[in-house]
């Protein structure tokens, strides 16, 4: 057995301050705690729709007056903290609409329970007054415990825009491409819609279709997952959309067509009916502007949102049904995606090798089509939940890259592009091909299909002495076929000088199940301790058979497969069978105490898991019978405080990575003409240990704070790939070892603060410190042992915002400077300094006529780069002109994208390996004209 850490220690000191801890809470659980948070429901008797605002008095059986409060939420609920004895009470609820409301209730049978919900209180509508509407200041970020709530009103978002511009817009927060969203530097796991999901695990359909103005608020806070409460103590991170209370029932609706140069254009539609107890969503969306990976309203832009030029085609429908008294929900769900992408990269390299560094220089074309059918279904009744899903996915590729591999730096010679041309057209004795140790250019196709089906079962159960348990079911089976054809046409530029072809056809196939059943048991007690475990068993198959045709022909055309078929490389052909089998653990015990603007939890959970896995594995002459077995200890730690305005977080995670058990087979891959891939059976699990750290003060008001956060990682025997460089050749050489010494660190200055007494100017100020300790592995051909290589990179960043908001006028005033100072141990010759910094004005304006303007200017510098060419002023000016008719149903919007011609694209990588300088082809600019029209219809008051 493969054992690290001493686990049999950890796991019995972990289960013996976990028991002790359990035993003293239950000890004094009774004597700590004299009261209990009493909840209710207040709804609709007919439609049984949360009723909100209605004004809640509580009495005692003498209709003594003990308390008023007001219903909260769209459900519109009531809590209060009483005494722990059992007593009675009266509750009396009022509201303009509604006949009153009274119900006497009993406390008792209260146990160990720390909350008790009452019956649900249902009244009946009388009579409807018309809405009054009350302005006050105008608040955008409020910080609430541990809840960031954002006002969508106080937002002057420009007239036509989706949720992505709403999101891009919120100091703090990140949109990134596919819809990723991060909140002061957190990950956002999914989204939901009033309290509710949709389209879990695919963010862009919300951000790219539901229109901003309909959104009232944003909430970004942690959300206890049903499939997950009874197993860990970890908790999702969503973002909340709740919409305005017009829109909350009823029909709305927005279409939109836009067309302009370029060839771009852009259609799409967006269709939702929202009653008391059902929500339909139907939407289109077909665009070749590459949606939410553009340039946000501040136009903030980087090198990972403009990778490609892509054309996409999307169709989909969301169905929820609640039934009115709560016994179930359904909800389905169902997506179908067509993508057309093309892409255009190149790069400039340099390779830290133990005697000398290597240069080189990649050019690549790709296209691809894609189709992708998603759907999903979600069934509740009482305790059990069930989750259905079925995934298929079709990718269709080609490609044209070039590259080569130089002995000395070949930047003389002009441009990656002018570079590869002249090398390939040269003759053996030109002054570039003297430097030159290798070129390469391959014709690729590629066809694939992916099918996944899954189920989850959960059944979860509370006791009426405040307990929970639960039991669950988590399976699935899946396909992958796919077909690769290359075409390499290869030259050597060192003796001996020669050039040579190989093409090759590859057929794919994985077949796949897996399965897991397991439960859980969690003690709540009165004092706020909390402690119990999970338990899991999961077994895994993969089979994959994947076998490698060659040939040599002089053709031009692609050999047909039967060709193909004629000569298989079983050196670089392989089947696999793949067994796993998992027992996994998770004892815990948490303290949990107040709540909101108080309160305080800590939590320490350890995951404790027995793999066992068994590989039977076939390449040429390797005929393998692999097992190995783990035990893998992973603590979690962490701390959450709130007292007033200011809060504090700590936590520490272990994470244990196993290798990939082919990996640890002594196996040769030779497929690639210019790389060669080995086995290693000495790889050992990974342990990466993240410390986070973060603490906030709220100024003023919580619209304004300040945040200082800290995070270091660690990591041991982390997997990297040792190189022999073949200098003769220019063959690279990878196999996977175990190296010590990595690690980063991160420091974070927040600050948001208003200027003036009237809150309309605001300074956003982030103040960012990186460190990172990269080790790898590099060596020549000849040296029996890597050299362990090390590079630091300190990275400083400085990004500055000013904005200014009064009645229609916004204008922000944004700047950033980012210093990346990269060294390497011993050698100051391969010392970096890039610098880049941006700075730019951004202005939006509603002027008469119900015209509204919005633009945005600037410039983004970088210097510091070996390539003349990424060392650049790139001034990028966007802005947009609408007017909105018929009581802004309709909108007419003028957009220009980068006006003035100078996107690009450029990314910068330095790791102990080396470094990498790339360009993407960016999206071109254009004019573009659209056409929008907002409906929406509400149900008839009674």
Request: proline share 2%.
């Amino acid at each position: 057995m493969n054992n690290f850490i001493n686990p049999a220690s950890m796991l019995r000191f972990a289960c013996i301050v976990i028991m002790l801890f359990g035993f003293k809470a239950t000890f004094t659980d009774a004597q700590t705690v004299k009261t209990i948070s009493v909840y209710q429901y207040v709804k609709d008797s007919f439609t049984k729709a949360g009723i909100p605002n209605a004004k809640v008095t509580l009495l005692d059986e003498t209709r003594t007056v003990i308390d008023t409060m007001r219903t909260r939420g769209s459900n519109g609920y009531w809590d209060k903290e009483l005494e722990r004895t059992p007593r009675k009470y009266i509750v009396r609820v009022e509201h303009p609409d509604y006949e009153t409301g009274e119900m006497s209730v009993e406390l008792r049978n209260l146990h160990r329970n720390r909350y008790l919900e009452l019956s649900t209180l249902l009244m009946k509508r009388r009579f409807v007054l018309d809405e009054v509407v009350v302005t006050a200041s105008i608040v955008k970020i409020a910080y609430k415990g541990d809840t960031i709530e954002v006002n969508a009103n106080a937002f002057n978002i420009p007239e036509g825009s989706m949720l992505s511009g709403l999101v891009g817009s919120i100091p703090g927060c990140e949109l990134k491409p596919g819809g990723e969203i991060l909140m002061n530097g957190r990950r956002v796991d999914y989204l939901l819609l009033n309290g509710k999901e949709f389209f879990r695990g695919d963010n862009s359909v919300m951000l790219d279709n539901l229109p901003y103005y309909v959104v009232q608020k944003l909430q970004f806070y942690e959300k206890e997952d049903e499939e997950k409460h009874a197993s860990t103590l970890q908790k999702d991170y969503v973002m909340d959309v709740t919409l305005k209370r017009d829109y909350q029932t009823g029909l709305v609706g927005n279409a939109e067509l836009a067309g302009g140069t370029s060839d771009r254009w852009l259609a799409r539609t967006f269709n939702l009916r929202f009653t008391n107890n059902s929500r339909l969503c139907v939407f289109g969306n077909a665009n070749n502007v590459n949606q939410t990976n553009k340039p946000s309203n501040g136009g903030n832009w980087t090198a990972t949102t403009q990778t490609d030029e892509l054309t996409t085609r999307r169709i989909g429908i969301d169905v929820e049904v609640d039934d009115k008294d709560g016994r179930f929900n359904e909800h389905a769900e169902g997506t179908v995606r067509w993508d057309k992408s093309e892409d255009e990269m190149r790069s400039a390299t340099e390779s830290y090798l133990a005697s000398g560094t290597a240069f080189g220089r990649k050019h690549d074309f790709t296209a691809g089509r894609n189709k992708q059918i998603d759907l999903r279904n979600k069934f509740q009744v009482g305790a059990l939940t069930l989750n259905s899903e079925w995934n298929h996915h079709r990718n269709d590729g080609t490609a044209m890259r070039r590259s080569a591999q130089f002995a000395a730096s070949p930047s003389s010679f002009g441009t990656t592009t002018v570079i590869l041309d002249s090398l390939l057209q040269a003759s053996t004795s030109s002054a570039i091909s003297r430097i030159a140790t290798n070129s390469m250019s391959n014709q690729m196709e590629t066809n694939g299909t992916e099918w996944t089906l899954g189920q989850k079962v959960n059944w979860q159960k509370y006791t009426k002495w405040g307990d929970d348990y639960a039991l669950d079911f988590d399976g699935s089976v899946g396909n992958t076929n796919r077909d690769n054809t290359n075409l390499y046409r290869l030259s050597f530029y060192q003796s001996p000088i020669r050039q040579e072809r190989r093409d090759q056809y590859r057929e794919h196939n994985e077949r796949r199940y897996r399965y897991a059943i397991g439960g859980a048991y969690r003690f709540h007690l009165l004092s706020g301790f909390h402690f119990g475990s999970s338990y899991h068993y999961q077994q895994s198959y993969n089979s994959t058979r994947s076998n490698l045709f060659k040939a040599s022909w002089d053709i031009s055309e692609l050999p047909s497969v039967t060709d193909f078929k004629r000569q298989q490389d079983f050196a670089n052909s392989y089947t696999s069978r793949h067994y796993a089998r998992k027992h996994e653990a998770i004892p815990y015990m948490a303290y949990l105490k107040g709540q909101g603007l108080d309160q305080l939890t800590v939590s320490l959970e350890v995951k404790i898991s027995h793999l066992n896995e068994r590989e039977y594995y076939q390449r040429g002459e390797i005929d393998a019978d692999v097992s190995r077995n783990y035990l893998l200890i992973e603590p979690n730690l962490h701390f959450y405080r709130t007292k007033g305005k200011w809060s504090w977080t700590a936590n520490y995670t272990l994470r244990r990575d196993v290798p990939d058990i082919i990996k640890t087979i002594g196996y040769s891959d030779t497929s690639d003409p210019l790389r060669k891939e080995l086995g290693n059976s000495g790889l050992k699990p990974s342990d990466k240990h993240a410390i986070r750290l973060s603490i906030t003060r709220s100024l003023n008001d919580y619209s304004q704070n300040i945040s200082l956060m800290q995070s270091v990682n660690v990591m041991n025997r982390l997997i990297a790939e040792s190189v022999a460089y073949d200098a003769g050749t220019g063959i690279y050489t990878y196999k996977p070892e175990n190296v010590n010494g990595n690690w980063n660190s991160q420091t974070q200055l927040n600050v948001r603060k208003a200027i003036d007494r009237q809150k309309r100017l605001f300074v956003n100020s982030t103040t960012r410190f990186s460190y990172f300790r990269n080790a790898d592995l590099a060596m020549l051909e000849g040296y029996t042992n890597s050299i362990l290589n090390k590079v630091n990179n300190c990275l400083t960043e400085q990004d500055l915002n000013m904005e200014y908001q009064k009645g229609k006028l916004f204008i922000a005033l944004t700047g950033n400077i980012a210093w990346d100072k990269v060294s390497r141990d011993g050698d100051d010759e391969y010392d970096v300094s890039a610098w880049n910094y941006s700075y730019g004005l951004s202005c939006r304006y509603s002027l008469p006529w119900e015209i509204k303007l919005s633009t945005n200017l600037k410039m983004y510098s970088r210097r510091g780069y070996e390539d003349h060419l990424l060392n650049s002023n790139d001034i990028v000016w966007n802005a947009t002109i609408s007017k909105s008719f018929f009581n802004g149903r309709f909108i007419a919007q003028i957009e220009g994208y980068d006006l003035l011609h100078q996107l690009s694209n450029v990314s910068y990588i330095v790791n102990a390996q080396g470094r990498t300088e790339t360009w993407y082809r960016s999206l071109p600019h254009y004019g573009m004209l659209h056409l929008a029209y907002h409906w929406n219809k509400n149900p008839k008051k009674k």
